[in-house]
């Protein structure tokens, strides 16, 4: 797996002191990094009785600019989901900056110290609540829809319940990948995981990125690796399977109603919800 850097790193570590809310459901960002000049990540505090499950989101936001007929200013909210794991103290999220977006024009230019909205009313079906047990999950994102997934692989349950987690991830660009391979890299070392699940752990993690408009050391959608069984060959596992099996996957409509189909019709799975566990569930990245 090649290593790579960060386009930019801005990280800054000091944890400022906390300043007295001044937004409705105030947190205050902690951490800012900057991967691309499309992707950020950063942490924000977390409110003292947050509960969330590991793949669930949030809403999150600003205060938009008064408006100017009646200047009423309105807090402008978007769905966010929550990067870091359930057990964490801090909450991290990883974004796209869409250039003219009305939220991440403007929240691509936090810093440590600033404040965001936090709704704290978490939900979602990539959860493991909705599914049914087996033996391998996968995790299917491309762009941002890595986010969920940053939560689910520091979450113990995720080695407790599973002998082998696949994550594969698609972006455009390899840069794009950096945010992910990083933090996988960095389970290795993670304290709480060696300590629960037991050192060595995440060597039941296989990790399969792939891009498919630069150049890469594996490129192509992981829709047609699967259908051309190439994905499966070079994972060393078989296709997905209901006995086996399970799946979250997080990406573009277009790519979720893919693999959607891709599982029902070729691999007998069914879809899951938190009402009804089955052997796979499926969340938009974003809004097309
Ligand atoms: C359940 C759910 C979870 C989400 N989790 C995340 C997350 O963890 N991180 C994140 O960055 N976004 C996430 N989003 C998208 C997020 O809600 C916003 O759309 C995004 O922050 C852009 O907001 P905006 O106001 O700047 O632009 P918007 O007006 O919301 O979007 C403008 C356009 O930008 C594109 N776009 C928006 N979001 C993305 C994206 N993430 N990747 C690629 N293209 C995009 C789409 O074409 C969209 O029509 C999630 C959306 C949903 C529904
Ligand atoms: N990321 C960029 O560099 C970039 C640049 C300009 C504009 N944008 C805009 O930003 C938005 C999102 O871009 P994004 O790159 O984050 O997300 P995206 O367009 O959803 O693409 C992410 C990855 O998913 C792949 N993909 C798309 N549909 C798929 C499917 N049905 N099955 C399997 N894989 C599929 C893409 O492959 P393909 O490349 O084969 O589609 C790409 O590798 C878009 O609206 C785009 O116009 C992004």
Partial sequence: ???????????????????????????????????????????????????????????????????????????????????????????????????????????????????????????????????LPGKRIWFFATGTGFAPFASLLREPQTYEDYDEVIITHTCRTAGELTYGRELIESLKEDELLNEVIGEGFWKKI??????????????????????????????????????SDRAMICGNLAFNLELKDLFENTYGLEEGANSKPAHFVVEKAFLD
């Fill in 1 to 131: 797996m090649n290593e790579m850097t960060p386009v930019t790193d801005i990280a800054t570590n000091a944890a400022p002191e906390k300043a007295k809310p001044a937004l409705p459901d105030a947190q205050t960002v902690t951490e800012v990094k900057h991967w691309t000049d499309k992707l950020f990540s950063f942490k924000v505090t977390r409110p003292a009785s947050l509960r969330f499950r590991s793949g669930e989101f949030v809403m999150i936001g600003l205060m938009n600019d008064p408006d100017p007929k009646t200047g009423k200013v309105k807090p402008l909210l978007r769905a966010y989901s929550i990067a870091s794991p359930s057990w964490d103290e801090e909450m991290e999220f990883y974004s796209i900056k869409v250039e003219d977006g009305p939220l991440t024009s403007r929240l691509q230019h936090i810093q440590p110290g600033d404040e965001i909205i936090l709704r704290p009313k978490p939900v979602g079906t990539l959860v493991h609540d909705a599914l």
């Fill in 206 to 243: 296989k990790y399969y990125p792939t891009t498919t408009r630069e150049e890469s050391p594996k490129m192509g959608r992981i829709t047609d690796l699967m259908r051309s069984g190439e994905a499966f060959a070079e994972l060393g596992v078989p296709p997905l399977n209901p006995e």
